[in-house]
């Protein structure tokens, strides 16, 4: 019986996308197809609307995709007084029914429609798309933030851990998947095949990334990690055409040294601290002689901090740190700034221990990631990442956070509930040495 059912669904399945596919010319216009689809006719039909709905919406101008979204904002969204009169009847009555009725009423119109048009073929990924628009709508429109509440609400569910699958990156790999990593790379440029020949090809490189079932050529994030026999301080020496190269059996060290988010649309859905911890007992399982787990990771917020601090101290420390870094841009490079190796070293480990957001987290986003998955800081790396970009952003500053698989629980509760950062002591001997002043 099961047997029959299984086929039963999978040839549903293929003639309701054959349907889709044959007749997906529909005239209506998009606000009356998001009618049509939130009426709940069959599943085939559904299909067929939802389909069409996408095509509609695909063509839209950016005017015209605006006006869907506050269709969707304004339109489909709860109403205060059925909220509070359904509030009100459970209060009284703590029945199920009344707890049905509540839910039911609670629930934004424009949340089911997500749901429904998923049923479309490539629903996920298209709704992941349709998300991406969305994103870039929200300085412009606050009130749209609303809708985006829903979308990542649902993305939450369907990409939740148990259903990503972890997958080896190789230069087996299919190329149009590796051509989608060369795309994505976000830390350090990945600029020819050659260049990713070198990231992939030697026994002491690795990759890894995360897919999800309804999106199987898409990754959704990725870590590149270099196999070594000490911790590595320098991207430049990591990346070096010519290196000498080792045995994975050999290395005693893995260095997690970039780590992308491939899709825009899934922004505010966690991979990284999975995607970490899932490829450091791997490796640790795969490779018994490797003791050490660290990251080499860029600090990205570093210049606009010291931006800050120049403003607020204008013959301080910071002032004097920014003008030497904004004037690499001259073309000078490194050596504008290698006077001020000290200063910049000490600053940036006050910035990761004492400069925090409101909301009492580190100022940098990288920091707030590792500390938040029970990283600890280990140390700062000096001309860690000489491009232009490192420059600009860090003065070539890099750090690594460790991830010590013994002591990253009780790091995350520090920093989760008491917003302690874990860093070595070397690094807080250099905050203690900072002064702004």
Not at 175 to 189: C, D, N, P
């Amino acid at each position: 019986m099961s047997n029959n059912s299984s086929i039963y669904g999978m040839l549903s399945s293929v003639f309701e996308r054959a349907i889709v596919f044959s007749k997906s010319d529909d005239k209506r216009s998009i606000t009356e197809l998001c009618d049509a689809l939130l009426s709940g006719r069959g599943e085939a039909t559904g299909t067929k609307i939802a389909h069409a709905l996408f095509n509609k919406y695909e063509t839209l101008s950016h005017e015209d995709k605006q006006e869907f979204f506050l269709h969707l904002n304004e339109n489909l969204d709860v109403s205060p007084d059925e909220a509070e009169a359904a509030a009100a009847d459970y209060a009284k009555n703590m029945s199920a029914e009344a707890l049905k009725n509540l839910r039911k009423i609670c629930e934004p119109k424009r949340l089911e429609l997500l749901r429904r048009l998923n049923s479309a073929p490539g629903g996920t990924e298209r709704l992941v798309r349709m998300r991406e628009d969305l994103l870039g709508m929200l300085n412009d429109i606050g009130r749209l933030k609303r809708t985006d509440v829903d979308f990542e609400y649902l993305f939450s569910s369907w990409f939740n851990r148990g259903f990503l699958v972890l997958r080896p990156i190789d230069w087996t790999t299919p190329a149009h998947i590796l051509e989608k990593v060369i795309s994505y790379e976000a830390v350090h440029e990945i600029s020819s095949w050659d260049d990713l020949r070198r990231r992939l090809l030697p026994a002491d490189r690795r990759c890894y990334a995360f897919f999800h079932p309804a999106m199987p050529d898409e990754p959704l994030i990725f870590v590149e990690i270099a196999l070594t026999n000490e911790i590595a301080r320098s991207v430049q020496k990591v990346l070096a055409e010519g290196r000498d190269e080792i045995e994975a059996e050999e290395a005693t060290a893995a260095i997690f040294y970039s780590i992308s988010n491939c899709q825009k649309g899934l922004q505010g859905v966690s991979f990284g601290n999975f995607l970490i911890k899932q490829v450091a007992s791997d490796l640790a399982y795969d490779l018994p002689n490797l003791k050490t787990f660290v990251t080499l990771s860029p600090v990205p917020a570093f210049t606009r901090w010291l931006a800050k601090a120049s403003k607020e101290e204008p013959d301080g420390k910071a002032h004097e740190a920014l003008g030497a870094v904004l004037g690499i841009e001259d073309g000078e490079g490194l050596e504008r700034i290698t006077s001020l190796q000290g200063s910049l070293t000490e600053l940036l480990a006050h910035y990761f221990l004492n400069e925090k957001r409101p909301d009492g987290l580190p100022f940098d986003p990288v920091a707030r990631f590792h500390l938040g998955n029970g990283a600890s800081l280990l140390q700062i790396n000096w001309a860690g990442d000489v491009s232009a970009k490192g420059l600009k952003q860090s003065a070539g500053l890099m750090v690594n956070y460790h991830y010590n698989l013994k002591d990253v629980e009780a790091n995350h509760e520090a920093y989760a509930q008491d917003r302690v950062v874990v860093a070595h002591k070397s690094v807080k001997a250099l905050a203690d040495k900072a002064r702004l002043g």
